[in-house]
Nanobody, 128 residues
């Protein structure tokens, strides 16, 4: 499964960005998707996850209420809408996927080791 993350850029604090994660995988609808980020000198950090159906989502405390994860299985796309960005959100953002049939992702997919496939990352830089 190949994933392509895009949509990063350089913005000011308080601005918004929408990241996209695209795949050509025919069975994308069977995969849960997660977003992680990694800042220089730091470990990869969980941001958000969404179940295969889109009905269950999970967020890190640092982004809950500001970021929204979504997906469109027909388009084979997942998204991360990021609002009210802060300088601390500056990082390379990665999308990841794992084939899992669980209906709930709460607390289940918040570590990188749970994912089988990774995209290449897209840089988000937020200036204060």
């Amino acid at each position: 499964v190949q994933l392509q993350a895009s949509g990063g850029g350089s913005v000011q604090a308080g601005d918004s960005l929408r990241l996209s994660c695209a795949t050509s995988e025919r069975t994308f609808g069977s995969y849960a998707v997660g977003w992680f980020r990694q800042a220089p000198g730091k470990e990869r950090e969980f941001v958000a996850a969404i179940s295969w159906s889109g009905k269950s989502t999970d967020y890190s405390d640092s982004v809950r209420g500001r970021f929204t994860i979504s997906r469109d299985n027909r388009k084979k796309m997942a998204y991360l809408q990021m609002n009210n960005l802060e300088a601390e959100d500056t990082a390379v953002y990665y999308c990841a996927a794992v084939r899992i049939g669980e209906s709930s992702v709460t607390g289940l997919l918040n570590v990188p080791e749970r994912y089988a496939y990774w995209g290449q990352g897209t840089q988000v830089t937020v200036s204060s």
